[in-house]
């Protein structure tokens, strides 16, 4: 892929906006731990380090897109780079795996859900999340099938790695990923819509009156309205570079190489910026905490305009000293 400074320019602003967007998230779920110390959002958290994490791998990239003419780059170092992306990415989809599985299992086993997803089983899975995913991310680099045999000094992700490497992505781990997400949220939302039932029932036969409503039946469909717009976000974004790359791999006569690596790539790492976004709009809890930051950042430029305007004598200082100078100048217009 030759240098373009097009696309160096988008992926340096797509790279800013992952980093701050999810590190904001992330400083958010942090106080909420703080606060409430749930489990489910260390999960989130994760979530945002990993996205902010893949920010940082491609913006190592940028320099070589910006640079005109192109600037070579060794193979070494270029592998490297795209082991750190892909290792960023799988984490990322491991760990919104990991969020659709928990929410799943606080629906189906409420009154055990405490008891099974403790702080060392989600330490645990998030460990073994992060092992998984370097392994993954490096394993071009210990296997020769996974590698190009040639490379021209220009670092891109099919500069380095073989598309077979994507092919046995797609077969190991996003089809799979994809069926669990569907069983996950087809069986939440089994599940949500029989506890509706079950109190529309209560209600009508009078075991229960509206002021002993249960809230989980809200809380129930929010989780699975959470997992389904991960899922639409997750298939979306990669599901068209995996799609296409198993083409590239079946039909090699198909140079697809340019559309995979300018378009659909930078479609499949949008997803670390949609993660954030959804958060920020969908789960209330991070939402109401955004907001009291951005009062908090707003409370204190109000200080800090009231201490630099206090100690240079305000504008109530200002107007009262000047009027001496005006009195002086019409005294010497009236002379």
């Known amino acids: 892929m030759e240098s373009s400074f097009p696309f160096g320019a988008i992926l340096a602003v797509l790279a800013s906006l992952i980093i701050a967007a999810n590190v904001l ?13 749930g489990v489910g959002l260390c999960f989130t958290l994760n979530l945002a380090v990993a996205d902010t994490l893949l920010g940082v791998a491609i913006s190592g990239l940028v320099t070589d897109q910006l640079s005109s003419p192109a600037r070579p780059t060794q193979k070494t170092l270029c592998s490297l780079r795209m082991a750190f ?46 092992l998984m995913s370097y392994l993954i ?51 939440m939302l089994k599940i949500a819509s029989m506890h509706s039932q079950q109190i529309r029932k209560m209600e009508q ?36 570079f995996l799609i296409t790359g198993v083409v590239q791999v079946a039909c090699q006569k198909c140079y697809l190489y340019l559309v995979l690596e300018r378009y659909l790539w930078l479609l499949g ?40 305007s206090a100690r240079d004598g305000g504008p109530e200082g200002r107007r009262e000293n000047s009027y001496p100078i005006a009195i002086i100048s019409h005294s010497h217009l009236d002379g």
């Open 269 to 308: 790492v949008g997803n670390s910026l949609l993660n954030p976004l959804i958060y920020a709009y969908w789960q209330k809890e991070v939402r109401q905490q955004l907001y009291q930051m951005a009062l908090g950042v707003k409370k204190g430029l109000r200080s800090c305009l009231r201490l630099l």
């Open 205 to 240: 036969a009078g075991a229960m009156t509206g002021a002993y409503r249960s809230p989980r039946t809200p809380s129930d469909f929010k989780a699975v309205r959470t997992v389904a717009v991960l899922i639409g976000s997750f298939t979306l974004s990669w599901s068209p």
């Open 137 to 187: 991310g490096f394993l071009p680099l210990g296997v020769p099938i996974f590698r190009q045999t040639t490379y021209h000094g220009t670092c891109s992700f099919f500069a380095v790695f073989h598309p077979r490497f994507v092919l046995t992505l797609s077969c190991i781990g996003f089809f799979p990923a994809l069926l669990l997400f569907v069983f996950f949220y087809c069986d």
């Open 25 to 37: 998230v992330a400083v958010a779920v942090l106080l909420l731990i703080h606060k409430n110390d």
């Open 85 to 130: 992306v892909t290792s960023s990415a799988t984490a990322s989809v491991l760990t919104v795996m990991l969020i659709a599985f928990d929410r799943y299992l606080a629906i189906k086993q409420p009154l055990r859900y405490f008891q099974i997803m403790n702080g060392f089983v989600a330490g645990a899975c998030i460990a073994g999340l992060w």
